[in-house]
């Protein structure tokens, strides 16, 4: 049976490279010149190049050394229409890096520099393992090595509803040291919504955030990056780096001053659009290592904006791990969309009045596109990161940005409907319901199962296997997924965002502390939704074209890397379902 499915993806992986080859001779030229123009019908390809490179930059006085897209922090942004073939040929230019030490535990950091891509958020092709759209449960995930290079190619469907996406690297090992070096970049579907004319008459603003972790050079006092020696693990609790010995079975300190770190780093700057503005810095004080010392920086970011305009701002929280309340001062938000998939109407999400409530909640990897119509007061306005203390390190507020309004007024209008994204539309209907799962943020603190990186970070109390297949699910069919994080006694006591590939999500409910549920309001459809501790979120979701093997994980990038995730496959209705059966885990 395993030949069989081989097969079958060697036959889909060849007549892709054909095409790849008749397409070729067509694009090259043409298709540069008319990818951004507006009146393009001729061609439906966007074609791009990506290139994995170190670059140097200085931070806040700071000289430092990240990984980026094209030389780029942010990497830049993609965009493609409905409809369209989004190419990327990516090239990883990063050096090696020496792993010498590893033990071959994929939940252990390694291989820093490979790489590979994955498309947030877009409903294509599973392609996280090779060749993309594989059905074959023991496929092994793209790896592309310094020197390597890969092309891509995904088809998006004709209903792809347009809006905010991104893409970072996905190699299981790598992928948050590579995002907290600066490894991600927008994706804008152009399509429907943006021929609103109130949203079109509106200036387009992505705000893209990130973190940046740097710890200093083991040669260079005068230079920080990130790019721990292969095993070293930064220790929050203590503020040193140790590697684990198997032998003792002892976590040693070791004279390094880099480690791996599941959020707590010697510098962290937070960037919107590549300018950072906010710092955090470790904080030595034995009493209290999970609050790093926080610094606003100055000046940030200042859109000015005429009083009664409306802007259309695209927010991704691309931070690796920070979770995001977000508020608009003295401005309510009109809320088009969440995770690029807008609602049917313009949610207006007004100006709170507890000054602790946030307009948005942004998870890490969750995207809010609103518009703003500014006060008819002059004045400055801040876009603020509200504090919050729902992870391991504690998170300050942050001043992300300011709206400055003034000059003469214009009186723009809002929009009153927005088009139906059909892909998603009409809503999932609680009897279509096929099955229910349970799927659990688990962990230990010490570790039990990954002494190497010191705690565990599973779901379903089982450490990420790059061939284990613990869900299959049929194409077609809806499903009710239960999120669950438990309390501290349970291996919770933080909250977890919850992602997963190729399709969205209805949110339905969250539970918390065993209250009856809250209902979110219908249609808030996400592909990422944060998991508060001690709560379970109920969502519902639909398998709707793609089968293959896939993942779903924490968004929390240090936490996926070192375990928790799972891969899923999608098979055909009328498959053989017990040949894939016998290769479900069973406890
Ligand atoms: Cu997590």
Redesign the pocket.
């Known amino acids: 049976m395993t030949n069989r499915i081989g097969r079958r993806d060697l036959l889909k992986g060849g007549s892709a490279m054909l095409v790849g080859t008749l397409l070729q001779d067509q694009i090259t030229d043409e298709v540069k010149a008319q990818t951004r123009s507006p009146g393009r019908n001729r061609f439906r390809i966007s074609n791009y190049r990506l290139e994995c490179k170190w670059i140097s930059k200085t931070i806040d006085g700071h000289r430092v050394r990240l990984r980026s897209y094209n030389g780029q922090v942010p990497g830049p942004i993609l965009r493609t229409r409905p409809g369209d073939t989004l190419r990327v040929h990516l090239k990883n230019s990063l050096p090696y890096y020496d792993s010498t030490g590893w033990t071959g535990d994929h939940n252990v950091p390694h291989f820093l520099n490979t790489t590979n891509l994955h498309v947030h958020g877009l409903d294509v092709i599973p392609h996280l393992f090779q060749p993309l759209g594989t059905s074959n449960p023991l496929a092994r995930m793209i790896a592309i090595e310094p020197g390597r290079n890969h092309d891509y190619t995904f088809q998006i469907p004709a209903d792809h509803p347009p809006g905010l996406y991104w893409y970072h690297s996905h190699h299981h090992g790598s992928t948050a040291v590579q995002a907290t070096s600066g490894m991600a970049g927008g994706i804008i579907i152009h399509g429907n919504i943006d021929e609103v004319p109130e949203i079109k008459a509106a200036r387009d603003i992505p705000l893209v955030m990130q973190d940046i972790a740097l710890f200093q050079s083991e040669t260079d006092d005068n230079l920080w990056l990130y790019e721990p020696k292969q095993n070293a693990i930064w220790q929050t609790f203590g503020g040193i780096v140790t590697i684990y010995d198997p032998t003792t079975g002892k976590n040693n300190p070791v004279k390094l001053k880099a480690g791996f770190s599941t959020g707590d780093y010697p510098l962290h700057y937070y960037l919107l659009n590549g300018e950072a503005f906010f710092k955090e810095t470790h904080n030595p004080d034995p009493n209290k290592p999970t609050v790093p010392i926080p610094t606003q920086l100055n000046p940030v970011a200042r859109f000015t904006l005429a009083p009664g305009e409306v802007v259309r701002f695209r927010m991704l929280n691309a931070t690796s791990?920070n979770l995001m309340p977000i508020v608009v001062e003295n401005h309510p938000v009109y809320l088009l969309a969440l995770d690029g998939i807008n609602f049917p109407t313009v949610r207006n999400i007004g100006i709170p009045v507890d000054p602790a409530t946030p307009q948005v909640l942004l998870a890490p990897a969750n995207r809010a596109e609103f518009l703003i119509k500014a006060n008819a007061t002059p004045g400055i306005y801040r876009i603020k990161q509200l504090a919050q203390s729902q992870q391991f390190l504690e998170s300050a507020e942050k001043i992300i940005a300011e709206i400055e309004v003034k000059g003469p007024a214009k009186d723009m209008r809002l929009p009153q409907s927005l088009p139906t994204q059909t892909r998603y539309y009409p809503l999932i209907q609680p009897n279509e319901v096929k099955r229910v799962r349970t799927i659990e943020?688990s962990g230990n603190f010490p570790a039990v199962m990954n002494p190497y990186v010191g705690g565990d970070?599973s779901i379903n109390n089982a450490l990420y296997e790059e061939t284990a297949v613990p869900n299959i699910v049929t194409l077609g069919d809806v499903e009710e997924w239960q999120l669950q994080v438990g309390d501290s006694h349970h291996g919770g006591g933080?909250?977890?965002?919850f992602h997963i590939h190729v399709n969205h999500f209805e949110v339905i409910s969250i539970s918390t502390a065993g209250q009856p549920p809250v209902m979110f309001p219908p249609g808030t459809i996400q592909d990422t939704v944060w998991v508060p501790a001690n709560s379970v979120v109920t969502m519902r979701t639909k398998f709707k074209q793609f089968v293959g093997k896939a993942v779903y994980h924490?968004?929390?990038l240090p936490?996926?890397d070192t375990g928790?995730m799972a891969n899923f496959l999608i098979v055909p209705r009328h498959s053989a379902r017990g040949a894939y059966g016998n290769m479900e885990k069973h406890e």
Not at 494 to 497: F, L, V
């Open positions: 791990d943020f970070f933080e909250g977890h965002p924490c968004h929390i936490h996926e928790m």
